[in-house]
């Protein structure tokens, strides 16, 4: 077996805050410039729990007297050895010097009290992200594999399942560098791009038109049953946006299309989406690139994704318009698409 590292990281609470350390204090530091918990190396002889209560100490003069073995989150990298760190939180402390709300030094850096929502839009490695969700989830305790390459989280398993990694994009839709599994982008509202495709034909060789409409699986965990967009999806981590498009549209409906059947029309924001399914809060914030396809499609032949699509129809233009208008709750498509959609249309009646 090769070497390895033992570590722990210990997020301390206050009145929904973090005890966060900048770390800046060190010029041969891995984690330089970022923000994270308070943790180090197991030193021969410790327990994990040693550990924690000594690292505490020594860089916020605080004596832990009430904390949680939250998860076990193992590191491979391809330059850094493998480690396996014990993620621990804390409630209770008292003694040595008691932080107040000023950010104060230690030998690592910078330390601040820092509401957990702010914590989020820190300099944090991405892998930070999916435990942090999992901390404020209160979930079980846990096994968490993340695989870097260089600073760039490439795969994440919890529990033995593969998350599913979505790149990160700015207002404009262009990537940010950043990745986030597919759970935390939808609880914290994370930016990312997604590709729509709209089938469309003419009504009856008029200039009408008709959309085909995908009813939602009833096993959704966000919109389930509703009506949506033809094929939709998010582009993974690495993805652009066209690939993306032609997968979804195969894998949801069996369409089998080429590059240059897809035409791009425009691209959109969701806007902030805040829903509860199942009990539990989807926050959705969605940079969409918009495509059309018009191939003749017959809808019965189509090969249908169980997982995603319980059923398709095809819908007038005009009246998936007035649903949306309306709000009605059978249908959850946006606006904006359906607007670029209109131009475009507008467009093919003129020529």
């Known amino acids: 077996m090769g070497k390895m590292e033992i570590t722990t990281l210990c997020y301390i609470e206050r009145d929904g805050q973090y005890l966060m350390l900048h770390r800046t204090g060190k010029k041969q530091d891995g984690n330089q410039g970022k923000w994270i918990g308070i943790g180090g190396h197991v030193e021969a002889g410790e327990s994990p729990e040693d550990c924690l209560l000594r690292e505490v100490r020594e860089e916020t003069g605080l004596i832990l007297t009430d904390w949680r073995f939250r998860g076990l989150v193992t590191f491979v990298s391809d330059q850094w050895l493998q480690e396996y760190m014990c993620l621990y939180t804390a409630k209770g402390f008292d003694g040595g010097r008691q932080p107040g709300d000023a950010p104060f030094s230690c030998r690592e850096g910078e330390l601040a009290w820092m509401d957990r929502e702010l914590v989020r839009k820190q300099k944090i490695w991405d892998g930070d992200r ?12 846990f096994s968490l594999k993340l695989e870097y390459r260089g600073d760039r989280l490439d795969r994440a398993v919890l529990d033995g399942r593969e998350l599913e990694l979505f790149g990160l994009c700015g207002p ?14 939808h609880a914290w509202g994370l930016m990312h791009p997604t590709a729509h495709v709209w089938v469309v034909r003419r009504k009856d060789g008029a200039k009408g038109w008709e959309l085909l409409l995908q009813k939602r ?3 959704k965990d966000s919109f389930p049953g509703c009506l949506d967009t033809s094929s939709a999806g998010h582009i993974r981590a690495g993805e652009e946006a066209l690939p993306s498009a032609l997968r979804e549209l195969a894998e949801e409906l069996g369409i089998q299309a080429e590059p240059e059947e897809l035409e791009e029309i425009g691209i959109f924001d969701s806007g902030e989406i805040r829903e509860t399914f199942r009990g539990k809060p989807f926050h959705d914030r969605e940079i969409s690139r918009v495509y059309v396809y018009s191939k003749p499609v017959r809808a019965e032949e189509l090969k249908l994704q169980k997982e995603e699509v319980d059923a398709v129809e095809w819908v007038p233009y005009e009246t ?5 208008k309306a709000k009605d709750p059978r249908i959850c498509t946006n606006l904006e698409s359906l607007e670029l959609l209109g131009n475009y249309f507008k467009k093919r009646n003129e020529d």
Not at 130 to 141: A, S
Not at 172 to 185: F, I, K, M, Y
Not at 320 to 324: A, D, G, K, P, R
């Open 130 to 141: 999916i435990f942090l969700r999992l901390l404020e989830e209160n979930h079980p305790f």
């Open 172 to 185: 404009e839709g262009s990537p940010t560098g950043h990745v986030a599994d597919r759970e935390t982008v």
């Open 217 to 219: 699986s009833a096993r």
């Open 320 to 324: 998936c318009l007035s649903w949306v």
